[in-house]
């Protein structure tokens, strides 16, 4: 019964290097969601992706950020020449169907924390 | 556009009293509402959820919310905390099930022995 996992979880990068963060969903989840959570705030939308298409990238903050689903499994969020700004948990959801669905709920990773220095 | 706000940033509760932690949303149409907690270094637990229906929810570890539309408020309730509530809780809201979420920027509880 594996959960969402996210690796790495602690990522520290210097100011303009390039990151890669993972997600691995709960096996089958159709839906996949990537939320920035910056110190004492709560999570904020960046991209959904159901199956291997990017439907929504509305929440993305700058071309420097980047998403990807492939296979329609693990996604990876690519954020190119970091900046201090970047430093958050970067939080990984995934449910079972598509939002439209009536039934099913997000569940989320433990996220990845990143500090840009 | 939908937003959420939690008022008290830090609630401070002795253990085995009452807690009622605030969320009001503001959304055009009928809102998907949840509540989530969050322990340090731990990802979300959805506690409960609203969708339709009888507006008192019961969650899981002895939570419930009220759903009040004249309101706009989605309040957490528990009769008696315990040590181990002591984490951060966020509300959230949606226009779906399971669609991206709106989130407040949460509520710190810290229990007293």
């Known amino acids: 019964g594996a959960g969402v996992s996210q690796s790495p979880r602690y990522k520290v990068a210097k100011r303009g290097q390039d990151v890669a963060l993972r997600c691995d969903p709960i096996?089958?989840?159709?839906?996949l969601f990537w939320y920035q959570q910056a110190l004492g705030q709560g999570p904020e939308f960046l991209t959904y992706f159901q199956n291997e298409a990017q439907l929504d990238k509305s929440g993305l903050p700058s071309d420097r950020f980047f998403a990807e689903r492939p296979e329609g499994s693990v996604s990876t969020l690519k954020i190119q020449r970091t900046q201090q700004e970047d430093s958050a948990v970067y939080l990984c959801?995934?449910?079972?169907?598509?939002?439209?669905?009536?039934?099913?709920?997000?569940?989320f990773g433990p996220g990845t924390r990143l500090t840009v220095t | 556009a939908q937003s959420v706000t939690q008022p008290d940033i830090h609630i401070t509760v002795s253990e085995g009293a009452s807690l009622e932690l605030r969320c009001n949303y503001s959304?055009?149409?009928?809102?998907?509402l949840f509540w989530y907690v969050q322990s340090p270094g731990q990802g979300l637990q959805l506690l409960l959820k609203y969708f339709s229906g009888d507006t008192l929810v019961q969650g899981i570890k002895g939570f419930e919310a009220e759903f009040k539309r004249s309101q706009s408020s989605f309040n957490l309730r528990k009769p008696s905390v315990h040590w181990s509530d002591a984490a951060e809780y966020f509300c959230a809201v949606s226009n779906t099930n399971a669609g991206k979420s709106t989130f407040g920027d949460g509520t710190t509880l810290t229990v007293k022995p």
């Open positions: 959304y055009g149409a009928t809102p998907y």
């Open positions: 096996s089958g989840h159709v839906s």
């Open positions: 959801a995934s449910s079972l169907n598509p939002p439209t669905g009536q039934a099913g709920e997000q569940y």
